[in-house]
């Protein structure tokens, strides 16, 4: 039997390892690994598998450098049979094991804890086919999002899936977390647009649900439980996606409020006059623009002649952009001759859209370079949201450097983050747990869409029944009997079966 701490370990943007409270204990049961498994590891993937400290150090820590493991092992399959082969070695040797794409994630789902192996899919990024007539898309696990993105392009279709990370973050690690990103608005989150995927159990099984039909209702829907899952009940290898047509028409509008039931009223107009070509609804506050702006490396500038309160940015995308216009315009209107919005601009060509998009997709770097982030990623109901972040001011005035907010207003995902010069132990009482204790009050979730990773995981009861809980714990018992695949991730500390 086993049993972790309560909170996650937690690195200093600064200097090194900071704790939050502790480092989850080392569960006993788990192998460290020797010689013998490295010759293992080098007899499947040859010179694939990295012990160097030099080399292994990027997959150590997290790109915030807010979590940081103590791997050993690295190893970097590039086939499907490859991964099963060194899950099967580690299922059998009580090896833990944590799946890494991109290592973009938030919430240190990514990163090893204690000594586990990585297995880092970087090298499986081969597209196998792309069938013009369906829009179907299958593909490995680490193909890069921008590249899969340009690649369906070229074909005519467009990725469901956009983020700020997508120059390095893979799809695999995008499903894993269920990454939901800035067109959900119009394309709807992976579970709609994964249509299958190959998996590989923690003992080594090729689990083939790699279905590329839109339609298939034999029995349960296996694959869509690796969705968001994690990494905790399996590796996903393969995807199956279902892509849109490519728009031809994309028109951007940025808009100024003075009021936050101004920005819900612009909102509700967007709906309302838009209709099917509305693909995205941003929003952030002053202050998020006043620390993108003020960074210069960034080269951001708030294209308004007039600072605001808030701002909210529109995106269409269709086939006929006269069509498009004449809608935007109109919605323009309705929002001037309501008073809603007090200036406003509208993107003229590609390069003026890609300037728009960057105020709202720097803020996170912005926000990274002011020193340590205290990141929340939270969905509620579209009122509740900026009444958050004003009550978080207020209780960390005189020891937040900032406190901003911004997010993906139309599906009703907050992201509130706080700076500080440094990691403050008194700062972060006055975060949590309220941050979420005032999201589970108005019936919202503790993560709209970076997972829950280590840095939520026994937080999870904020959003979850125990029925739930416990019906998600036996399907982990059920998928990874050992409990080596990303421990100490996801699920909340608790004492391990008997050993399978």
């Known amino acids: ?100 794409g991109g290592n973009t994630g938030l919430v240190g789902g990514s990163v090893p804890v204690h000594d586990e192996v990585v297995i880092s899919t970087s090298l499986m990024d081969k597209v196998i086919s792309l069938d013009v007539l369906s829009g179907v898309l299958v593909c490995q696990a680490g193909c890069v999002l921008q590249r899969l993105d340009e690649e369906v392009g ?36 992976l579970h709609g647009s994964v249509l299958g995927l ?30 968001g899952a994690e990494g905790t009940l399996g590796f996903i290898t393969k995807a199956a996606i279902s892509l849109p047509p490519k728009p031809k028409a994309v028109n951007v509008a940025f808009m100024a409020c003075q009021s936050y039931p101004q920005v819900l009223e612009v909102f509700r107009s967007a709906r309302e006059n838009l209709g099917e070509v509305l693909s995205a609804c941003e929003f952030l506050d002053d202050a998020a623009m006043s620390v993108t702006v003020a960074e210069p490396s960034l080269r951001v500038r708030n294209p308004l002649s007039l600072a605001a309160p808030f701002y909210v940015l529109i995106e269409t995308r269709g086939a006929d952009d006269s069509h498009d216009k004449e809608k935007m315009n109109r919605f323009l209107t309705t929002c001037m001759e309501k008073n809603v919005i ?36 939270l969905s509620m109901p579209q009122p509740d949201m900026y009444r958050l972040v004003e009550e978080m001011r207020v209780r960390v005035r005189g020891i937040a450097t900032s406190c901003v907010g911004y997010g993906h207003l139309g599906d009703g995902n907050l992201h509130l983050n706080i700076t500080s010069d440094g990691r403050n132990e008194k700062l972060f009482s006055l975060i949590e747990p309220y941050v979420y204790q005032f999201t589970a009050g108005v019936r919202g979730s503790i993560s709209a869409e970076h997972g829950l990773g280590a840095m939520k995981a026994n937080d ?27 421990p100490y991730k996801t699920l909340p500390s608790q004492a391990h079966p008997a050993l399978a």
Request: aromatic letters at 8%.
């Open 1 to 100: 039997m086993f049993s972790v701490a309560a909170r996650p370990w937690v690195a200093s943007a600064r200097s090194g390892i900071r704790l939050a409270s502790a480092i989850p204990a080392r569960r006993q049961d788990l192998k460290k690994i020797t010689e013998e498994d490295i010759s293992a590891f080098r007899a499947i993937l040859g010179e694939r598998v990295l012990t160097n400290p030099d080399d292994i150090a990027p997959y150590n820590e997290d790109w915030m450098r807010k979590y940081k493991g103590r791997c050993g092992l690295v190893a970097r399959p590039k086939t499907t049979e490859e991964v099963s082969a060194l899950l099967r070695y580690c299922f059998e040797h009580r090896i833990a094991v944590t799946p890494q």
């Open 198 to 227: 190959e998996i590989v159990q923690s003992d080594g099984t090729v689990l083939d649900c790699l279905n590329s039909l839109r339609k298939d209702n034999t029995g349960y829907h296996l694959a869509k439980l690796f969705i």
């Open 460 to 486: 999870i009861h904020y959003s979850k029944s125990p029925a739930a809980i416990a019906a998600m714990q036996r399907i982990k018992t059920l998928f990874d009997p050992r409990f080596i695949m990303n």
């Open 154 to 189: 070229r074909a005519g279709f467009a990725f469901p899936l956009d983020l700020g990370a997508k120059g390095s973050c893979q799809i695999g690690g995008n499903i894993s977390t269920n990454a939901g990103g800035l067109r959900l608005l119009r394309y709807g989150s």
């Open 342 to 377: 007090s200036d406003g601009t509208m993107a003229q060509d590609s390069a003026q859209v890609q300037s728009l998009w960057d105020i709202r997709e720097k803020i996170t770097e912005a926000l990274k370079l002011k020193g340590f982030v205290y990141k929340y990623d």
